[in-house]
């Protein structure tokens, strides 16, 4: 059985707007990948706040959702998001 699980733009907007679920922000990552899931543990400023665990199939499908979001985004406004590692190379690492 195929179906997309994307929820339509409308759903998420009243989601956020509900208060019903907590929000979580981060600003750093780490990714565990094992032979059964994927898990992925958000940081923000260096403090854990959260694992995301996933199956590959559902994170191989996030990866092409945010992906498709993020060039989307870079095309509507012309702009292009730089990542980590090149703000790094250009400023240099503020951990060390």
Known sequence: ??????KPKNDVVATLKSGDIDSIYFN?????????DIFI???????????LNASHITAKTLAI???EAIASYEKETN???IV??????KIG????
């Open 1 to 6: 059985m195929s179906k997309k699980s994307h």
């Open 28 to 36: 750093e990552f780490a990714l565990g990948v094992s032979k059964n």
């Open 41 to 51: 543990l958000l940081r923000r400023n260096g403090k854990e706040e959260a694992i």
């Open 65 to 67: 959702a945010l992906n």
């Open 79 to 81: 702009q292009k998001i």
């Open 84 to 89: 980590s590692e090149d703000t790094e190379q």
């Open 93 to 96: 690492d503020s951990s060390q």
